[in-house]
C-alpha cells in the first residue's frame, strides 16, 4: 500500500508541478507534452516512454487498489455484526474518507483520461494542444466545480496516505512527529497548485 | 436520576441477540457505570428475570476486565477511562444510553455483554515475553536503563488488555495492543535481543487471529483507557521493518 502510494504520490507532486507551466503559454505546456513524447526517443520511439510510464503508473494504481480492497474485506471479516449506536469519529476524519474517498478519486481519473488524454470529453478536444483543451475545460463552471471536489477529495487522501505510510516505514520516531506536518504540508501545496490552474481560466487570468 | 438502558441480550455464543429496552431510576451521579448494571440487575434478579451478564474484577481501572461499549464508544464517553471508572455524572438526567459488547469476530460473545477476549493472549504467547528465564527482579540498577526508555517501556506497560483498541477500530484490528506488548519489552535490555522476531511473530499471531489491518485511523488511542499512543504503533512497524 504505501509504496504503491508513494509512487503514484510522486507523480501526483510531478503533474502538480507540471501543470504551472500553463502559465508560461501555450507553447510551454503544448511543448511540454510533445517533449515528454521525445524523453528517450532512439530508445523507445516517439511516445515510447510514455507508455511505458503509463504502464507503471497503471501497475501501481491496479495494486494499490487491490490491496484497499484486501483491507477492507479483511476489515469486514473482523468485524461481522457492526453496533447498533455509531459514536462519531474520534480519531482522523481523512483516514476515514480513505475508501470511498479513493473510489471517488478513481471515478475522476477515468473521466480525466477521456478528457484530457483522448479528448472524448474535451469541449475542444485536439490532440497535442493541451493548453486549449484546458482552457476551453476550465471555461465551463461545472467542470471547475466537479474539478475542485476531485481536487479537495485528493489532498484529503494524501494527507492520511502520506502520514500513514510515514509512519509504517518511518525510521526514527522524531521523523514520525514531523510525519502530520510534513503531510499536510504536501497536500496543501499539491491542492493549491492544482487548483490554481482552473480558478484562473474561470478569473480570465489564463484565456 | 433516571436514566433508560438499551442493552444487548444474548443467551449463549450462538443464539441470536437483540437490543432491550429497561428504565431505570433511583440513580445518583457518583454511581459508577457497572453500579448502574449491578442496580439494573437485583431488579431483574428481584423481578425473576435473567441479569445481564458483564464482565469486572477490580472496580479501580488496572485489572482491564471491564468493558462495554456505551453509546458507540468502549467504555463510554470520558477520555482515559474504564467502565468501571466511569460516574453517571457524565450523563443527563433521562438519557436514553446503548449498550453493547464489543464487537470482533476474533472476540465471540459468551453471553449478554460478555466477550471471550483469548485471541489477546493467544498474541501474547506468540512471542510477547522474554524466552530466557532471568530469574527473579534484579537489584533496581543493576541495569542501566535509560530515563527516556524506561518511561516509553512503562507507557506501554500500562497496557490492562482489555480490548477496547479493538472494539473501536473500523478494522477491527488489535494493532494498538499488539504494540503495547511488543514494546514494552522491546525498549528494555532484556528484551533487546528478541525484539524484531518478536515484533514479526506477533504480528502473525494477530493476523491469522482474524483481527483487522491497521489504517492508522487514531480511533484505538482515543479509546484506549490507559492512553497508549499511536506511536507505539510507528514502532512495532519499525520493529517488523527490521525483522
Ligand atoms: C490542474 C489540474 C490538472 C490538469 C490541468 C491536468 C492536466 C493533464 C494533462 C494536460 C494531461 C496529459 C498530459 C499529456 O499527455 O501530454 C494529464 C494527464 C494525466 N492526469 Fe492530469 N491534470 C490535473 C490534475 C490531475 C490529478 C489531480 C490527477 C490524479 C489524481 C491527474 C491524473 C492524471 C493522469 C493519471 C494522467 C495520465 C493519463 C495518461 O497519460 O494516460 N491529473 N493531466
Ligand atoms: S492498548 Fe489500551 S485499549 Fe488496547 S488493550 Fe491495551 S489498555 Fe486496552
Ligand atoms: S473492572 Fe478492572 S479495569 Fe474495570
Redesign the interface.
Known sequence: MAITGALLFLYVVAHALANLKIFFGPDALDGYGHWLRTLAQPAFGYGGLLWVARAVLLAALVLHVTAAAQLARRARKARPVGYAHRATVQGSYPARTMRWGGVLLLLFVVYHVLDITTGTLNPHGVPGEDYRNVVADFQRWPVVVAYTAAILALGLHLWHGVWSALQSLGSTLAARRAARIAALAASVSICAAFLSVPFAVLTGVLR | MKLTL?V?RQPGPDAPGR?VGYPVDDLTPDMSFLELLDVLNQRLILAGEDPVAFDHDCREGICGACGV?V???PHGPQRATTACQLHLRAFRDGDTI?V?PW????FPIVRDLVVDRGALDRIVQAGGYVTAPTGSAPDAHAVPVPKADADTAFEAAACIGCGACVA?C????AMLFTAAKATHLGVLPQGQPERATRAESMLAAHDEL????C?????????CPKGIP??T???L??DI?RA
Open positions: 438499551k444487548w437490543l461499549v453509546n458507540g464508544r446503548t453493547e464487537r470482533a469476530g476474533a473501536a473500523p478494522n477491527g484490528s482474524g483481527f483487522g489491518g489504517t492508522n485511523t487514531g480511533e484505538c488511542t482515543a479509546a499511536l506511536t504503533i510507528a514502532r512497524n519499525h521493518l
